[in-house]
Structure formats: structure tokens, C-alpha cells
């Protein structure tokens, strides 16, 4: 019996401008599609919108007005390529007596994949500074950027691909849809055109000046594909090109705000540090050598809860409590983004990730699926809550709850329905689970700095995540506490590799590359084959699930403003917590860790704009429009905590005068 699948595929917008009528309306159409960069260049800055036209496909770049070979050799190459239309993601069930352009393999043989339909309303959300200019920030006559900062009134930043490879992709699509025209060639639609149809060559519907311009446009088109394809470095990854190119941006937007003000210097410190895997020179201290092999895993204590379950039928919700009725009352909203997990702290006498954990697995009966022993399953995950330290502000157990119950809504999108197996289900949450286990609640940097035993351990490589991992696994081996016991051999071996990877993308440093792998695969797949994301291979799979942790990780300021400000409170409670440790041993201070200069509303707004904002827009652009709500309220709450920091700037100036 033949097997359904989903698959993720771009399609184009119908033309929607019908003609006036005869050739003149024919000749009105190319000549709107192939606009001079002066002309455009005026255009922009009256906020008009271009993008890639069905008729002729000459994409906007903003270029000198001279037309010399020496001039457009050297002409500046913009950062962002108009598209069509922005993408959705819908999921469809392939027919399975359908044929799919894929070397003849037909749908059956392929994994659940996704579907881009670009077909919604314009958006008014604010863009992330990805869709800035990659050049200087003046805009004089010669670089002038045709991103959308320029023309923000005419657009959204989801018209526009930013991703080098991707650009590179478009510009070639273009070449060969201006060649047709230029070599006066009618051809049928291609497959691996999703974005628009080819046009009929009418060379007639040109003037002798406009097919010339269109030739130098289409020349310098194909030469700078050219430029770009001859200095790729083989051994990178192509998102590895935009991971360069954000990391770039971001350094010129961090410079820039650092040069604002004191506190606009310590926000900037904080990101740089944090997010783009760059470690400051410190002087290292001589190690303190322990008589304990490398190869012990601190941190793990023999507890067992196995004689608490025994003979006593389990709660409602896998935990003791006095409350269990409006404890039910609250756990109606666990498939929500709004849930309150403080809350459910407070009814489940402080047992909120056995509590999500056990009522999680229970609705998408995952105990039953893989076999797991109720009460095994109980004695493993309240082990596991053991584990984090209730004297952590912020990386205890209640955030690794947080987390697991939005990864638990963002698997459940309506976009990504059918998409994942019931094992990358599991191997998901168990990951969101354990994430954060037995954190110390101070950075990998201060662990490297100290020359800790873990830092030694790990070899300054993604220290924490690497210790919560063998802390999650080595849970297992507890009394009654092997959760994956009926698994085969191949299951548990598929699952540990999916939660690895995913347990190591929460190391923050590792943000920029993940953002750059998730929006190079949006993006490319926007502009080629058939518009189709097979997610038929692990590479692609982990991808989406990866960025989904980052996500879920990332989550506090997407959440109701009431539930971020508790967040908040209690990250900066952590921060400061490490500046004290910092200044007793006479470090120097962490940036955003000193209680006596941070401020806490522009970094929240920093973090925001430089951080969050890019990476749920590009998760957004995945899964749109599920995650428009989620979108909507990060906005809201970057605005209460930028109007706070005006309001605390205002009061300064008045204490001041």
C-alpha cells in the first residue's frame, strides 16, 4: 500500500495586471518591467515596490546611471533581491499516483516535506536588520541600497531574499528570462521556475534602446553570478555565506549602537559576546587538579523515586497536589502560547517540568506509542527536575518546563502537521527536557575563564550543553529510570543523535549560524527546483528542528507581557548573580552582568531588535502565517520596554537640571 506524504513547495502569484489591449499594452508591460536604475532608484525613494515581474525578469538593483562596461564592472551589488511575493507554508498530501520531478521517484519513496504557497496579504510588521544595507550606512549617489530601509513605505522586508546564495539563484533565473526576450524565443513554463512563468519572446515590443539597455542589464546580471560563484569557498556550506554576511551586519549595527551611549555600548559587549561565537582573551588560571578521572560526570546524584510511586495510583497530572482542580483549570491552556507556567509552579508544589512533561506525553500518548512504563516514565523525569537547582534564577526547572511546552505548540503548528515522526517527537521534548539540566547558572564563558573542570572536560566547546546532554542520558541508567527501554537499537540510536543535535544548538553562540542555515533553505527553495522541500533527509530535518529549540529558547520576550517580565526579572537576577561572583574574584565583569550599570530595559530592547526579532521572522517566514500572533506580541512588548527606557532617559534628565 502506497503512503501519503507532505511536501513543501513555492508557487507563484497569477498575474494579476491585465492588459490595456494590443501591442502597445504588450510593449507598456516590459518596458514597466525592466525599469533603468535611475529611474527605479527614484522610484524606491518615493517607496514604491518593485519585484520580479512574470513578463520580464531584470531584478532591482540600484546602479549608476552611466551604462559603461567600465562602470557596471564595478558597480556595487545590493544585499536584498525583490521577490514576487512573500511565502506561506501550507501542507498538502501529495497524490500518491502522482509522478514528482526528483529523478523519477515517485512520492511514496519520499519523507513529509512542506508547502509554500505565497499567497497572503502584505504585512505591517516591522523588519529586522537583515533587510538593511550590507554597505555603508550613508547612502550616497554611487552605493545607493535598494533595501527596504529606503523604501520602507512601498514594502515589507518578506519582498526581498537576503541570502547570497539564494541572490545568486534569482540573478541567474533572471538571465535566462531576459535571454528568451533577447533572443526572441517562446518557451513553456519551467519546473524549476516556481515564481513566476516565462514570457514570449517579443523582441518586436522593444525599441532598439531598450534592447540594448536590456543587454547590458542582462551582461552585468550574468557577470556578477559569475563574480560571486568564483570566489565561493568549496569547503563552506553555502549558509555558511550567510551566516558571514549577518554576522557582518550585525557587528556594523552593534558598532553604531555602542558609539550612542554607555548603555548602548554595554548592550552591544553583551550581544557580541553572547551570540557570535567570539571569545574574549582572558588570562587563564593554573588548573586545580582533583583526584577524579576526566571521564566523571558531575553533578549527578543517586535518587531514586521508585518506593514514592509503588502501590499508589499516580495524579492526575504525574505530580502530588492539593490544588489539583485549579491546577486543571490552568493545564487547559497547555496547548496555548499564553500558558502561564508560573502558575502551574505554584499548584504542582514546584514540580512544573514533571508536571508538562507527564500531562505533554499523556495527550500525544507517546507513553503508549513507545511503550514507556508509566511509572517509569514519572520516576524519570521528577529525577530529572531534581537535577536543576531551585537557587538558579533563571535555568531551573521552570524554564526547562517553558521550553518544552512551546516546543510542544510549535510541533503542533498547523504549518508543520504531519511533518515530524512520532520519534523526532519524542527525541524533541526529551531535548527541551534535559536541556539545561544541572546548570550552574553562570555562562560558558565564565566557565571557560576559570579554567572549570567542565570547560577542561568539554575543551571550551559548548560547555554547558555538552554537560546537560551527559547529565539527560546518564538520568537513565538510575533505577527504574530507563524511559527508552522497548526501543530497538536503531531507535534509541536515532533518537540520541536528534537530541544531541538539538541540545547543542541552545548554545547562543551558535545563533548567527543557525539563523543563516534555516533562512538560505527558505529562501533558496523560494527561487528553485520546483518550489519543493523534500524533508526526506536528516540533514533538512534536524535543520527545521534545531532552529525550533533555538526558538523555544529564545521564547520569553514572544510571550504575554505579564509572563516576559518575570522572565526578565529573573535573567538579570542571574547575570548579576555572576558579576558578583566576577567581582569578588577580581574579573573583569561580564557585559550586562553588573548590577550597579546595566540597564535592563535597553538591553531587552538590544536583545529584541538585534537578536529574537530576526530569527522568529525567519521561523515566521517557515510556517506563516501560524506565527503572526507570536510575532505581533514580540513587537508589542519591544515597544512597553522601549517606551520604559525613554520614560527612565526622560526622568534622568529632569533629576539632572
Known sequence: MKKSRSVLTVTGEEGNEAPVGGEKAESTRYSRSYTSGSTLGAEFRRGR?????????VPCWLRPRSRSPEVLSIMPRPTTLPLRIPPRIAITHADTDSEVENGGVSPADLSPGLMLHPSFPQSQRRESFLYRSDSDYDLSPKTVSRNSSV?????TAEDFIVTPFAQVLASLRSVRSNFTILANLSTPTVKRSPLSSQSSGLRSSLSDHQYQQLTLETLAELDWCLDQLETIQTHRSVSDMASS???RMLNRELSHLSEMSRSGNQVSEYISSTFLDQQNEVEIPSPTLKEKPMSYISGVRKLSHTHSLANTPL????????HEDTLAEVMEDLNKWKFNIFQVAELSNNRPLSCIMYSIFQERDLLKTFRVPVDTFVSYVMTLEDHYHSNVAYHNSLHAADVTQSIHCLLSTPALDAVFTDLEILAALFAAAIHDVDHPGVSNQFLINTNSELALMYND????ENHHLAVGFKLLH????????????????????????????????KHMTLLADLKTMVETKKVTSSGVLLLDNYTERIQVLRTMMHCADLSNPTKPLVLYKQWTERIMEEFFRQGDRERERGMEISAMCDKHTASVEKSQVGFIDYIVHPLWETWGDLVHPDAQEILDTLQENRDCQNGEFQLQLAECRVKHY
Not at 566547546?461 to 554547558?464: I, K, P
Not at 527508552?484 to 541540545?503: A, E, P
Open 315 to 322: 495524579p492526575r497530572f504525574g505530580v502530588t497536589t492539593e
Open 461 to 464: 566547546e559548548s560547555v554547558l
Open 151 to 155: 523604501a520602507s513605505e512601498g514594502h
Open 49 to 57: 515596490s518593485r519585484r520580479l515581474s512574470s513578463s520580464l525578469q
Open 478 to 509: 538510575q533505577e527504574n529510570c530507563d524511559i527508552f527501554q522497548n526501543l530497538s537499537k536503531r531507535q534509541r540510536q536515532s533518537l540520541r543523535k536528534l537530541v544531541i543535535d538539538m541540545v547543542l544548538a541552545t548554545d547562543m553562540s
Open 245 to 247: 554576511k549577518f554576522k
